[in-house]
């Protein structure tokens, strides 16, 4: 996975391994929402047969969040694996640095079990996050407070 060198030098891939994406070879593809990527990526795990799908999708990680989202229904997961899903409630709070954490989980477990993964999504973000070192800075509580307390005024 990557994108062989990497603008300041060293090859992507293996800054992917460092990064927990393994040595295995993945797979991404990245379209507009409801283009035809859902069954595209389901077709291809099941032909391929060693493969299980990603969603790196920024909305289809709410749970309850279908209307909108071109979620894949039951039956599709039933027939092939698929992670990042369903993982949290709307109201919890969530940002694309825990979402690289999860994404990144749950490739690596993929890996452990002999398989590839298929990145299938939409949000160029959270297709980046998961696949390139993007490093996101801490929270600043005290700069958020302010910013709070100004727009409560």
Avoid: C
Avoid at 64 to 72: L, P
């Amino acid at each position: 996975m990557g994108s062989g060198r990497n603008p300041e030098g060293g090859d992507a891939r293996e800054e992917a391994g460092m990064l927990g994406l393994g040595s295995v070879e993945h797979l991404v593809l990245v379209a507009p929402t409801a283009s035809g990527k859902s069954e595209i990526a389901l077709r291809a795990a099941e032909a391929l047969g060693d493969i299980e799908i990603v969603s790196i999708d920024s909305m289809q990680v709410y749970r309850g969040m279908d209307i909108g989202t071109a979620k894949v229904d039951a039956e599709a997961r039933e027939r092939v694996p698929h992670h990042m899903i369903d993982v949290i409630d709307p109201w919890q709070v969530w940002s694309v640095q825990q979402f690289q954490i999860e994404a990144r989980k749950a490739v690596a477990d993929i890996e452990s079990r002999g398989k590839r993964a298929l990145l299938v999504g939409g949000t160029g973000l959270y297709v980046q996050a998961v696949i390139d070192d993007l490093r996101f800075p801490g929270e600043d509580l005290v700069l958020r407070a302010e910013i709070e307390a100004r727009t409560a005024e």
